[in-house]
């Protein structure tokens, strides 16, 4: 099936800071959805983008379909203690609409 | 309240017995799924359903079972025939595009 690969796999950052993390896939998708999911509960969707180039915020939060498809790139400015979670990158797949998850980036934030 | 319900929020089950998990939804969405985390694997698709009496095998069916025979209920078994059981289990609905996640059952069997 579809692959999607996210890096960083974890990252450790000071309170204040950007950051950055990307997911790449092998085939071409027409939606990213970025989830952030905290300890012990359901992701929860952040950020959906429908179209090549698209350019989408939320707060902080700034997601970016790419160009060729197969990549998405999700941004948080100014990290706070509470944007402490695993960030998924996913996408549907499939003539079912399948939905793709990525491994997860873990993000934790040094106040 | 609407959403998705996912019941109990931890289950403790002997080995060998069969469990049942419990997904509710109000949202009139037509899709449902359940997933698999693990620690550091990410989430693995079990199973979909995309309609009432239908529902495909994901990428790691084998040892579960579910059915789908009103759109607002999606439960699944966990059978005695899956190895390693103990996990958290996330249901999640569809009305497009997007998945929209329950709160999570974690399952250990012990």
């Known amino acids: 099936g579809q692959q999607l690969n996210q890096s960083p796999q974890s990252m450790f950052i000071q309170e204040g800071e950007d950051v950055s993390m990307n997911c790449t896939s092998s085939?071409?998708?027409?939606?990213w959805l970025w989830y952030k999911q905290e300890p012990g509960e359901g992701p929860v969707l952040l950020i959906a983008l429908y179209k090549a180039g698209e350019l989408t915020s939320n707060g902080r939060l700034t997601a970016q379909f790419g160009i060729t498809r197969k990549d998405s790139f999700l941004n948080i400015s100014a990290s706070i203690p509470s944007d402490v979670g695993i960030y998924f990158c996913?996408?549907?797949?499939?003539?079912?609409?399948?939905?793709?998850f990525g491994i997860g980036t873990k993000l934790q934030v040094i106040p | 309240d609407g959403g998705i319900t996912q019941s109990p929020k931890y289950l403790f089950r002997k080995e060998g017995q069969n469990v049942t998990l419990s997904c509710e939804q109000n949202?009139?969405?037509?899709?449902m799924y359940w997933y698999r985390q693990d620690p550091g694997q990410g989430l693995r698709l079990i199973y979909y359903s995309q309609i009432v009496n239908d529902f495909q095998k994901g990428d790691i069916a084998e040892g579960y079972s579910v059915s789908r025979e009103k759109k607002e209920s999606f439960p699944l078994t966990v059978t005695s025939a899956q190895k390693n059981p103990t996990a958290f289990y996330l249901c999640a609905t569809g009305g497009g595009t997007e998945a929209f996640f329950g709160q999570g059952t974690r399952l250990t069997v012990v």
């Open positions: 085939s071409i998708f027409n939606t």
């Open positions: 949202l009139n969405h037509d899709a």
């Open positions: 996913a996408g549907p797949s499939g003539g079912y609409q399948k939905v793709t």
